[in-house]
């Protein structure tokens, strides 16, 4: 059975976010993708402490698409080197996990069975 995920990235405030998001979510590398409020963040780039406000997505997608999901991500990322870690999903409520698995098909070329007539 494919295993679940959640995949962590950011995107600076004022980035296109929402369009980000259903791009990802069209192209079925993801069954959902949450974009959270702004927060401020603070980390090191290039020698030098840095403070910007950003946005947390939270994309949930199965293993088997990550690494189309990480590719597409660093293409429409304005970021030089974007958030992206992959949380692996221990469990969860079986019908969510389902249709995520179903949404998100390791195959890009599969017909969910929810779509099927």
Avoid: N
């Avoid at 059975?1 to 979510?25: C, H, N, Q, Y």
């Avoid at 603070?42 to 997505?57: K, M, N, P, S």
């Avoid at 990322?77 to 469990?91: D, M, N, S």
Wanted: aromatic share 6%; glycine share 4%.
């Amino acid at each position: 059975m494919e295993k679940i995920v959640l995949v962590l990235s950011t995107v600076p405030d004022g980035f296109d976010a929402p369009a980000l998001a259903r791009a990802l979510v069209e192209a079925r590398l993801a069954a959902c993708v949450s974009v959270l409020p702004a927060q401020w963040s603070t980390y090191q780039w290039q020698g030098e402490v840095e403070t910007a406000r950003e946005h947390q997505i939270l994309i949930k997608t199965t293993e088997g698409r990550v690494e189309a999901l990480r590719s597409e991500l660093r293409e429409r990322h304005p970021y030089q080197v974007p958030e992206f870690l992959v949380l692996p999903v221990a469990g969860g409520d079986e019908d969510y996990l389902s249709w995520i698995r179903t949404s998100a098909p390791p195959d890009p070329t599969a017909t969910p069975a929810a779509d099927r007539p």
